[in-house]
């Protein structure tokens, strides 16, 4: 018995080797939701790989308890994120407001660019206005003029160009103007953030930018009053609200396969495609895992198989030699049949009775 101690503790191992990388390449159900200073990080956006939808995965740091964002055109500082209005705010150190223009012949400030595939979850929102400052003639902005239609606005959310220019910044700036042409193109130039597909503001050959927004009912009354910083919106598709929803009702938090990038539902020490309540070996490991976890399971059924096999083979060889041993008379072992006399009782010897 002692091959099959060794093969069930084999098994053993094996086993629980399977379950507990299972369990280590889960994420864990109360690391998702995060802080970093005073903001919370939760769903959709995440710090921890696995956690948070996956067009807005790589995008938060927290870095000495200051949330940044880092995307293609810089990093910025998070101020905060209204997960009610699906808007998160962020600064640009080097962008210029009502106080302060920042304005370098090679362009300074970000802009706003990010990656192809996450511009449908995350853009700026329609009620912040871009200012690019000091935008060269032969800027893509003017390009095809004065027979083509020019992208800069009178007005973008109650906001303009003719605004900005009473704020004490422009004060001692000399000539502004506002006038369009291949020779005076006009220093400030307010554009919709859908009217470009990003705001880069070397590409645009522009000197620096302002960026404004507004998210009160009613118009702040001048520029001195606006709100300076960049206002982004961020979505979903249609479909995750059924998904996440679903996930969250069965007690579970919504994250995303990192390597398939497909919805999953985080439930404790293991993963779900559906929910919580679903359970199956496609909803036990990422696809990654469960080629493993198969193999691990195989190899255990084969040792089971191989130990079920060995004792049937020795108690079935136990017992043919067992039954060779009583049938060979010749056998050293043989048993030998008593003879039936022997069986009967040894006769009592008495002594005659005298007298």
Known sequence: ????????????????????????????????????????????????????????????????GVLMMHIPSGSYRVLDIDYAYHGITLHDPAMSDCYTLDRSPKGRGNGFVVEPWRAVYLQPDQDNIFMLLGCRSGSPLFQGFPNKHLPCRSNVSGMSCDDYYRCPAWDGAGVRSSAYGNSNPPEC?????????????????????????SVAPLRPPGPGAWTYGLRLSFSLPENNDGFCGACRSTGGVCGYDQDTHDDVCICGDWNSTSNCDSLGLTALAPRTELPCFLATLAACAG?????????????????????????????????????????????????????
Not at 19 to 35: D, E, G, H, K, N
Not at 189 to 212: D, F, K, T, W
Request: aromatic share 8%; hydrophobic share 35%; with cysteine.
């Open 1 to 64: 018995m002692n091959m099959i101690h060794h093969l069930s503790l084999i098994t053993i191992i094996l086993f629980h080797t399977a379950i507990f990388r299972l369990a280590s390449a889960r994420v864990p159900l109360t690391a998702c939701r995060s802080y970093c200073g005073n903001l919370t990080i939760d769903y959709p956006f995440a710090l921890r790989p696995g956690c948070g939808h996956a067009g807005f995965r790589d995008l938060l740091f927290c870095v000495n």
């Open 303 to 355: 040792e089971i198989v191989g130990c079920v096999w060995i004792v049937g083979r020795k108690k079935k060889k136990k017992e043919e030699e067992e039954k060779k041993i009583i049938n060979d008379p010749n056998s050293s072992q043989s048993y030998t049949l008593p003879n039936a006399s022997s069986l009967l009782p040894t006769p009592i010897q008495t002594e005659p009775y005298r007298r």
């Open 189 to 213: 130039c307010a554009v919709e953030p859908a009217a470009v597909r990003s705001i880069n503001i070397s590409h645009l050959q522009c000197e620096g930018y302002s960026s404004a927004y």
